[in-house]
């Protein structure tokens, strides 16, 4: 039988596939080993392979795709309803093989390897940047005990050090200056990492067009153009802004029934790195911009009428949509104004 469908659920070291025909009749389903899976589809004829998206499934996409077929990737929660029932891995197989096949399911695009190496670099950077928090909520809290206060910001944690290391300073006893100096000394060796990295994210976003283009927003800076450009691949998949911003999980989630229309508050779908740096960006410009005569009378009357932090989210939501459109349609930036008019055409 002409095998046209085949569904690749994806392991460690034992894979499953499934074959269908083009009547998506089931043709196979069996067990693969991590080092026949290429073998096997060397010998198959070109066709349709899908796969559900996760860490290692861009890899195999690209490998069986230079073997001539054609690769999709599915978001596993589009998966999961074509499972009939229970839970192994010959049916999440078949529900792969039958999913790939719907004319509306949605795909996820293919990551290059260079795509995979810069979103690398970000997640590195946002690992260290959480652990030197640990280690300094762990510094400010072990000094607390012992009655020495710091502020809140990072910026206040080298008052904390330096005290650790004044040996005249006799408020810390000699086992906790021991334990406290090693903290003190991976806070500052994650710092020079951070900005090791920090500083190679900004030399590539000077060189890269599209990065550049994006620093120019007001609320996004090298990171999140960095983000912007290893995280979203195609942003010509989006149909329009909205269903970007609805990606990144900043618009309302809709429970609507019967003729009436429910919005609740914003979904938080999608890359949570990402929309964390656009409301944090967008904050930034709330708070350059508030009181002032100069700001977008759109933005200065939302933030009369509605709580700080909603403005935030709306901003960011806007801002997210000013991306999709400098992405896709290309040009510069031309202000909140500008740029609302543009989003709306």
């Avoid at 043709?27 to 349709?48: D, H, S, T």
């Avoid at 195999?60 to 230079?66: F, P, Q």
């Avoid at 999980?249 to 508050?265: C, F, I, Q, V």
């Avoid at 990402?274 to 350059?288: D, I, K, Q």
Wanted: proline share 4%; net charge positive.
């Amino acid at each position: 039988m002409q095998i046209a469908t085949i569904g690749l659920d994806l392991a460690k070291n034992i894979f499953q596939v499934h074959g269908a025909d083009a009547d998506g009749a089931p043709v196979f389903n069996r067990k693969l080993r991590r080092a026949e899976v290429l073998r096997f589809f060397e010998k198959q004829p070109p066709c349709l392979v899908g796969l559900e998206a996760c860490g290692g499934s861009h890899y195999w996409a690209r490998e069986i795709a230079a073997l001539g077929h054609e690769v999709r990737l599915i978001p596993p929660a589009y998966v999961k309803p074509f499972v009939k029932r229970g839970k192994t891995d010959a049916a999440d197989a078949e529900a792969i093989s039958e999913a790939v096949t719907r004319k509306t399911m949605r795909f996820v695009p293919v990551k290059t390897a260079e795509q995979q190496a810069a979103a690398m670099v970000l997640k590195t950077r946002g690992l260290l940047v959480r652990q030197r928090t640990q280690l300094i909520n762990a510094l400010r809290a072990h000094l607390s005990e012992l009655g020495i206060i710091a502020g809140i910001s990072s910026a206040k944690v080298a008052g904390l050090i330096d005290i650790v290391r004044d040996e005249n300073d006799h408020r810390l006893p000699g086992a906790a200056r021991l334990a406290m100096s090693l903290v003190a000394d991976q806070i500052e060796a994650l710092a020079t990492q951070i900005g090791e990295i920090e500083r190679e994210i900004v030399q590539e976003a000077k060189r890269d067009e599209d990065m550049r283009r994006l620093a120019t927003i007001p609320g996004v800076g090298a990171i999140t153009a960095a983000s912007i450009k290893a995280l979203v691949p195609d942003p010509a998949a989006f149909k329009s802004c909205r269903h970007f911003a609805a990606w990144l999980g900043l618009t309302p989630k809709s429970h609507s029934s019967g003729g009436k229309e429910r919005l609740g508050a914003i979904s938080k779908m999608g890359n949570r790195e990402l929309r964390t740096l656009l409301v944090l960006g967008a904050t930034s410009v709330l708070r350059r911009i508030r009181g002032n005569d100069k700001a977008p009378g759109w933005l200065g009357a939302l933030l009369s009428r509605r709580p700080y932090k909603i403005v935030a989210i709306a901003l960011a939501n806007k801002i997210a949509r000013i991306i999709w459109v400098l992405l896709t349609r290309g040009g510069i930036y031309r202000g909140l104004e500008a740029a609302k008019s543009a989003v709306s055409a």
